[in-house]
């Protein structure tokens, strides 16, 4: 126990003298967090370069459980960022997405920003 704590400690004081603690690029702190998760990035971006999906073609595309897909297009769906029409095909239920207009511009915003981020980081 004790060459831990000494282990740790030497670690805290390099730290402390090792220069100026870096920091994330102005604005990081504003990324849209609903975004910004892989999950939900990874439905806008598909839906974006898709005029509809499915909701199995999304699972299939995004390597996800039913339940995990269905709790992010329902949070993406609530901020009106995709929209969502139920129907039935041969007495199977269907569901597709669509990206709103709402969506598209979130993801452009989104994708500037971390255009923005990388530059930054790229410039120091």
């Known amino acids: 126990m004790a060459a831990r704590e000494s282990s ?23 990324l849209d967090r609903l975004v910004h998760e892989r999950l ?31 709790v992010h297009a329902r949070k993406l769906e609530e901020a009106g960022y995709i929209g969502c029409a139920k129907s039935f095909a041969n007495r199977m239920p269907k569901t597709e997405y669509r990206l709103t207009a709402a969506g598209r511009r979130a993801l452009e915003r989104y994708l500037d920003h971390m255009e923005a981020l990388i530059q930054a980081t790229r410039d120091r």
């Open 8 to 30: 740790l400690k030497k670690e805290r004081e390099r730290r402390s003298t090792s220069g100026p603690v870096p920091t994330a690029p102005a604005g990081a702190h504003k």
């Open 40 to 70: 939900r990035l990874g439905i806008l971006s598909a839906l974006a370069v898709n005029e509809t999906l499915t909701f199995n073609e999304l699972k299939r595309l995004l390597d996800t459980t039913d339940g995990n897909l269905s």
